[in-house]
């Protein structure tokens, strides 16, 4: 079992759409959790970052974390074409090892 | 305009050719980090830095070395290049190890022949 799965898509959703992106993960010590996009041809930019459990909002992007269930979403409202791109979960531990483990990404195509 | 530069953005080499990825960014970063991509398994560590002089393994580190003698550059050597490196590289620095987030490079693609 990896410990970070990521459904892979493609997503494809109507312009406008609320898109809700997921992760799921093994390992209990994960503490920071982020989101990245990543557009075609490009490095991945961090989008959102939270430490351990809760909701964290930045305009249209809203990041949550559920540690219990070990479980982390990234919503977007009123989604645009502009917003087209693989997003890839990331997550760390907060000691023992300098590493972040990345799922492997969920395309999301949103179209006009 | 905070960036991590990596070159060269492609390269095609043949089996056995040393060769050199370059990596700087100008954050004053401590941690930095190189990554390869491939599909279906996504981002993996190859290895990382913590300051200078300080590297660790990743995931994957066979036939990689790296080294950081100055806190800004963090090459990637790849001493003898084979089909199997034929991947999608990234470097990428944060400010630490933990939950700050990676300003990640523009990729450099690498095809080993």
């Known amino acids: 079992q990896k410990e970070v799965e990521q459904d892979p898509g493609p997503l494809s959703v109507p312009e406008g759409a609320i898109v809700s992106l997921n992760c799921t993960y093994s390992n209990s010590a994960f503490q920071y959790f982020m989101w990245y996009r990543q557009y075609s041809r490009k490095g991945p930019e961090l989008l959102m970052y939270t430490y351990s459990s809760g909701n964290k909002e930045d305009g249209r992007f809203t990041a949550q974390v559920d540690k219990s269930s070990k479980y982390i979403s990234l919503f977007i409202r009123d989604s645009q074409p502009s917003d087209s791109a693989t997003y890839l979960c990331?997550?760390?531990?907060?000691?023992?090892?300098?590493?972040?483990?990345f799922g492997t990404g969920t395309r999301l195509k949103v179209l006009a | 305009e905070a960036q991590v530069t990596q070159n060269p953005r492609y390269l095609i080499t043949v089996t056995g050719k040393k060769l050199t990825v370059t990596c700087s960014q100008n954050m004053n970063h401590e941690y930095m980090s190189w990554y390869r991509q491939d599909p279906g398994l996504g981002l993996r560590q190859i290895y990382y830095?913590?300051?200078?002089?300080?590297?660790d393994k990743g995931d994957v580190p066979e036939g990689y070395k790296v080294s950081r003698k100055e806190k800004r550059n963090f090459p990637l050597i790849l001493e003898s290049p084979s089909p199997n490196q034929t991947s999608l590289y990234f470097c990428a620095s944060s400010f630490s190890g933990y939950g700050y987030g990676y300003t990640f490079g523009s990729g450099t693609r690498l095809t080993v022949v």
């Open positions: 990331a997550m760390s531990a907060t000691s023992g090892t300098y590493k972040y483990i």
């Open positions: 830095s913590m300051n200078v002089e300080v590297t």
